[in-house]
């Protein structure tokens, strides 16, 4: 069955990088676009990058823009999500997921599903 496991996360201090990984499997990664969503507790999910399956195309949130970088390795059947210059406001559970429609935005959450457990990134001011 379709499985994404994300890792990488942790407590950091403002000013600092992560680099969070999620690792697919049960399904053909190098055909699907890819996304990492955050989510706060209280909040709804929120889109932060998008890959296409081909790596060469990414879309970001504007808060993220400049700081984080999405990218994946087809032979490796992971994605990626490099975080530098980390803020307090980034602090939430970064989820990825698998695009399974073409119909609303990139951004839309509707577009995506096989949702991952979540690695939690915290970032101290």
């Known amino acids: 069955q379709v499985q994404l496991v994300e890792s990488g996360g942790g407590l950091v201090q403002a000013g600092d990088s992560l680099r969070l990984s999620c690792a697919a499997s049960g399904f053909a990664f190098y055909n699907y676009a890819m996304a990492w969503f955050r989510q706060t507790p209280g909040k709804d999910r929120e889109f932060v990058a998008r890959?296409?399956?081909?790596?060469?195309?990414?879309d970001y949130a504007d808060p993220v823009k400049g700081r984080f970088t999405i990218s994946r390795d087809n032979d490796k059947n992971t994605m990626y999500l490099q975080m530098n210059n980390l803020r307090p406001e980034d602090t939430a559970a970064y989820y990825c997921a698998r695009k399974i429609r073409e119909f609303y935005s990139v951004a839309d959450i509707r577009e995506y599903g096989n949702w991952g457990q979540g690695t939690q990134v915290t970032v101290s001011s």
């Open positions: 890959i296409r399956a081909n790596g060469r195309e990414t």
